[in-house]
């Protein structure tokens, strides 16, 4: 993030806050519906923030924050609320008017402004990772994750033992016949329990490897398929302490839960975000430490992951 003179917290809740609003304001509902009435296109999923921007300066006018005669408010206002959307920093004033000029819920509200005071860990989390239409060598999914649960287990010997994974996807084409899932090691054996059928594990890169899990039934565009899974996990050569979920396309409702054996407990565990996942830029950005549970585990529940890497890390 740019330097502002903040402090690292104040940027963190600027940023949850902003990124919050820019899911409300995306999501079908009465804060839509305000600025689609003055949009002179509309996009699905995307916000159009000329339209965002008359809406503000409606309002600022209406409540006397700016004096009527400033026909330029809504031009003045484009990079403000381009800064607030991307979680790049936002005054107290704009928010103010953000949420006075949007019908958004009250307990969205409260939501908001809890973020903003740092009271509340974000549940949208949008990294820096370049997105697809950034990335000409990148297919994107022919699907999109509506719902994605990873929990990992820990032996007594410290290394991973056992993962299982469900996922709810939506085709977004016809034609879809199986999903591609991706691990780091070839020592390790994946059992479909619903909604595919495991083929071999093989090589798709240095350290990494694939398991094709063919559908019962090839998919329809919108159809929906839920999958689950186990890997079952026997490493040669101890992992990096971690437990990681890395996307450059948006994932819903993530949940990741990590459970370590009773006899091998960690020193400290860390929930992280990354700037990416591979290569220099694998450094981590910000981190929030965590409590082991009745049950010798971490849990981390969010709405949604863009663009982004996270997940646990732990120090022995």
């Given at each position: 993030m740019p330097r502002t003179g903040k402090t690292a917290h104040q940027q963190r809740a600027e940023r949850a806050a902003g990124l919050y609003l820019r899911e409300l304001l995306s999501a079908p509902g009465p804060a839509r519906d305000r600025w689609e009435a003055l949009a002179d296109e509309i996009r699905p999923g995307e916000i159009t923030q000329a339209a965002v921007c008359q809406v503000l300066a409606l309002y600022m006018w209406d409540q006397a924050i700016e004096p009527d005669g400033n026909k330029t408010l809504p031009r003045k206002l484009k990079d403000p609320v381009s800064k607030a959307l991307r979680g790049l920093g936002m005054s107290p004033?704009?928010?103010?008017?953000?949420?006075?000029a949007f019908?958004?819920?009250?307990?969205?509200?409260?939501?908001?402004?809890?973020l903003y005071r740092?009271?509340?860990?974000?549940?949208?989390?949008?990294?820096?990772?370049?997105?697809?239409?950034?990335?000409?060598?990148?297919?994107a999914h022919d699907y999109e994750t509506l719902k994605l649960q990873e929990h990992h287990w820990l032996g007594a010997d410290g290394l991973p033992s056992r993962h299982r994974t469900e996922i709810m996807i939506r085709a977004r084409v016809d034609g879809i016949s199986s999903y591609q899932y991706r691990i780091d090691t070839?020592?390790?054996?994946?059992?479909?329990?619903?909604?595919?059928?495991?083929?071999?594990?093989?090589?798709?890169?240095?350290?990494?490897?694939?398991?094709?899990?063919?559908?019962p039934h090839t998919l329809k565009a919108g159809e929906e398929h839920y999958i689950e899974f186990w890997t079952l996990l026997k490493y040669d050569v101890a992992p990096p302490p971690e437990m990681r979920r890395g996307s450059h396309e948006r994932v819903e409702h993530l949940d990741i839960r990590v459970e370590f054996h009773p006899d091998k407990l960690p020193r400290s565990v860390f929930w992280g975000e990354w700037a990416h996942y591979a290569g220099p830029g694998n450094k981590l950005i910000d981190r929030d430490e965590h409590v082991l549970d009745e049950h010798f585990a971490v849990h981390r529940y969010v709405e949604a992951i863009e663009r982004s890497v996270v997940g646990f890390y732990w120090e022995w």
């Open positions: 004033r704009l928010l103010r008017c953000f949420l006075g019908m958004f819920s009250d307990k969205a509200v409260t939501h908001i402004r809890a740092g009271d509340r860990r974000p549940s949208v989390i949008v990294g820096v990772l370049p997105s697809p239409d950034q990335m000409p060598e990148y297919r070839p020592h390790a054996r994946v059992r479909a329990v619903r909604g595919g059928e495991g083929g071999a594990l093989h090589q798709l890169g240095p350290d990494i490897w694939a398991v094709d899990l063919k559908f």
